[in-house]
């Protein structure tokens, strides 16, 4: 029978209790006082150092390099953070998180390699978030605050997180992937939000880790570290979040799949 393992980050130790009630595996990211329930991503071959810029990919450095190996056959494995959870498909209405939040196996999964978060549109950007942080992005581009259509990946990606950044990374990816993915973010209008994934495949999560994380190191050349504000300071987190859903739907057979926003800290 196939089990299904779901690993839960956060940043905060408070968060302990509500992970452990849905009987995800808890993780603790960055400088908190974790207890010793959490899964940490500090130890053995790893990336923590890098945490305030890479986000949750200094766990899946960590999961690749440390976890891996050990995973069962059966076993899906997936992904999310205390904020975006898996969706069990459920038209609940309820308050309560556990009756929103994926617990357990779907058979229909069996005749997919992956699964990736629902898409996000971007058509839903408001008009004063637009004019206060976009700019410079309208100017290269506005029709966008008129049309929908115009609000795409690569748009969305320079209006909050600098005008040619994205580029300048798609221009490091290899060669057979470089001008498609060029081509996606200036078509796409959606993109699955979270560096979420499940997949039962060990060879697809090798195959992304190292590709991804190759990539990332090359673009450290260029963004390095000395990166300051919300915006800026997590570059490999918002570039490898707009190419997640494009290797996915690439390299493997996808099903998308619901995604529920719920912070804990705030209810």
């Given amino acids: 029978m196939d089990e299904l393992s779901i690993y839960c980050m956060s940043i905060n130790n408070s968060n302990l209790d509500t992970i452990k009630s849905l009987n995800y595996i808890p993780v603790g990211l ?14 053995g071959d790893n990336i923590s150092n890098k945490n305030s810029y890479y986000g949750e990919y200094t766990f899946y450095y960590w999961y690749w390099k440390n976890l891996l190996k050990y995973k069962k056959k059966n076993e899906w494995v997936g992904f999310c953070s205390y904020r975006e959870y898996w969706g069990n498909k459920s038209n609940s209405k309820s308050n309560n998180l556990k009756d929103l939040v994926l617990q357990k196996f779907y058979p229909e999964w069996t005749n997919y390699d992956a699964i990736i978060g629902e898409p996000l549109f971007i058509g839903g950007t408001k008009i004063m978030k637009i004019i206060k942080y ?62 979420m994934f499940i997949t039962k495949s060990s060879k697809i999560i090798n195959e992304y880790f190292d590709y991804v994380f190759k990539w990332l190191h090359e673009c450290e050349n260029i963004f390095g570290f000395e990166l300051k504000g919300y915006n800026q300071i997590r570059m490999y987190t918002y570039i490898a979040e707009r190419f997640l859903p494009f290797w996915f739907k690439k390299y493997t057979k996808y099903l998308e799949w619901p995604v529920v926003y719920y912070d804990i800290n705030k209810k």
């Fill in 30 to 43: 960055n400088k908190d006082k974790f207890s010793k329930e959490w899964l940490r991503d500090n130890i």
């Fill in 134 to 195: 976009g700019k410079m992005a309208l100017i290269k581009n506005p029709k966008a605050i008129f049309s929908k259509k115009g609000r795409t990946i690569k748009w969305q990606f320079d209006m909050f997180h600098g005008v040619g950044k994205l580029d300048k990374a798609i221009n490091l990816l290899p060669e057979k992937d470089r001008e498609e993915f060029r081509v996606y973010t200036r078509t796409e209008t959606s993109f699955a939000r979270g560096n």
